[in-house]
Nanobody, 129 residues
Framework: HGQLVESGGGSVQAGGSLRLSCAASGYTYSTYCMGWFRQAPGKEREGVAAISSDSITSYADSVKGRFTISLDNAKNTLYLHMNSLKPEETAMYYC???????????????????????WGQGTQVTVSS
């Protein structure tokens, strides 16, 4: 299948910002939805944000108003803009893709259940207090 490669992680102080990128190859955005997930050591993977092919978005309640997911179809790149970061958001962040391009409750369900079939290797985000 295609390839997903994340970048943009790093270390930032609490309250700071980062922009994660996910270079996607081999995926046709019109037939796929995309998402960002994170997993901290010892914790379960958590859905952060997802986007449909027509840019309908879904967010975890914990990040609403601070994080923004976006797609640049021309560059085949998915982004996650993260503002006002908190130490508890230190985690490995993963980009994911799956078949289907519908937004709304279907997309939110996939985000909550981590129901995505294709995953990148992750990029580490560390937020210090």
């Amino acid at each position: 299948h295609g390839q997903l490669v994340e970048s943009g992680g790093g270390s930032v102080q609490a309250g700071g910002s980062l922009r994660l990128s996910c270079a996607a190859s081999g995926y046709t955005y019109s037939t796929y939805c995309m998402g960002w997930f994170r997993q901290a050591p010892g914790k379960e993977r958590e859905g952060v944000a997802a986007i449909s092919s027509d840019s309908i978005t879904s967010y975890a309640d914990s990040v609403k108003g601070r994080f923004t997911i976006s797609l640049d179809n021309a560059k085949n790149t998915l982004y996650l803009h993260m503002n006002s970061l908190k130490p508890e958001e230190t985690a490995m962040y993963y980009c994911a893709a799956d078949h289907g391009s519908v937004g709304g409750p279907w997309l939110m369900s996939k985000l909550i259940l981590s129901d995505f079939g294709y995953w990148g290797q992750g990029t580490q985000v560390t937020v210090s207090s």
